[in-house]
């Protein structure tokens, strides 16, 4: 208001004489809608840059949760990032949304987060597994899921972490799903979590040869995995690392 009485002032004396100049708390239309303008651009742009922070920081919390789990288990920490990768460009081979292929990233990364509640003797075991250590194992993913339900932004990786030990033929846990009853984040997970598996060293056995490994995939097609995303695997497989 202050400011706006001294340009009334120095118009007046512009003019010369006694010469009244009117001012007015209302503003002209225009500057009004110039202002509202910018005040929208202002906070898309606030908006912009909170969505850029709380991607970063959901990525960093992702991955801090990965190395937690690479405290617990060296296996799992080192295969993360190439199960991810791999179910990722099913995810896209799909056609599926942007935020689902989002999900199906994190949820690849996230996969064995519940193995932090195993003790590390069952987790490192070389020998064969009591029956009694084999149930603990398969805790794991009701784990992760209670660990992640309260954090919003990952609520969409849960149902693949949840059921990616599920079997196609409905031999697998939790709950013995079925096909199609698995949902499809969870058999995209599967398929590259456990070809990430087979070529990796683990406790009890060596790593297998890509290619030994790649027949094994080919052979549990229709049992272990789904058979159409064992297709579009062995595609993805074939064109990025020349694999036959």
Same mark, same amino acid.
């Given at each position: 208001?202050?400011?706006? +009485?001294?340009?009334?002032?120095?118009?007046?004396k512009r003019k010369g004489g006694n010469t009244v100049s009117f001012y007015s708390l209302r503003q002209p239309q225009g500057v009004v809608e110039k202002k509202k303008k910018a005040s929208i651009y202002e906070l898309r742009g606030k908006i912009e840059k909170m969505n850029v922070l709380l991607t970063?920081?959901?990525?960093?919390?992702?991955?801090?949760?990965?190395?937690? !789990?690479?405290?617990k288990d060296?296996?799992?920490?080192?295969?993360? &990032?190439?199960?991810?990768?791999?179910? &990722?460009?099913?995810?896209?081979s799909l056609n599926l949304p942007k935020k689902e292929v989002e999900n199906i990233k994190n949820s690849a990364v996230l996969h064995d987060l519940?193995?932090?509640?195993? &003790?590390?003797?069952? +987790?490192?075991?070389?020998?064969? +597994?009591t029956?009694?250590?084999?149930?603990?194992?398969?805790?794991? /993913?009701?784990?992760?899921?209670?660990?992640?339900?309260?954090?919003?932004?990952?609520?969409?990786?849960?149902?693949?972490? +949840?059921?990616?030990? &599920?079997?196609?033929?409905?031999?697998?846990?939790?709950?013995?799903l079925k096909g199609g009853e698995i949902p499809l984040s969870a058999r995209i997970v599967a398929i590259a979590d456990v070809y990430q598996a087979l070529i990796s060293d683990r406790p009890y056995r060596r790593a297998y040869s890509k290619k030994k490994a790649l027949e094994i995939m080919k052979?549990?097609?229709?049992?272990?995995?789904? /058979?159409? !995303?064992?297709?579009?695997?062995?595609? !993805?497989?074939?064109r990025v690392n020349g694999e036959k």
């Open positions: 208001v202050v400011s706006a +009485l001294g340009t009334c002032l120095i118009q007046a970063r920081d959901l990525l960093e919390m992702i991955y801090g949760f990965a190395r937690a !789990i690479e405290a060296f296996y799992t920490g080192r295969h993360v &990032e190439s199960t991810a990768r791999i179910a &990722e460009e099913i995810a896209k519940g193995k932090v509640g195993i &003790e590390g003797r069952i +987790l490192s075991k070389k020998c064969k +597994l029956v009694k250590e084999r149930a603990a194992i398969q805790t794991h /993913p009701s784990i992760a899921a209670e660990i992640l339900r309260e954090i919003h932004a990952l609520r969409g990786a849960i149902p693949a972490i +949840l059921y990616h030990h &599920e079997r196609f033929d409905g031999k697998g846990y939790p709950l013995g052979k549990e097609s229709g049992k272990h995995f789904d /058979p159409q !995303i064992v297709k579009i695997f062995l595609e !993805i497989i074939a």
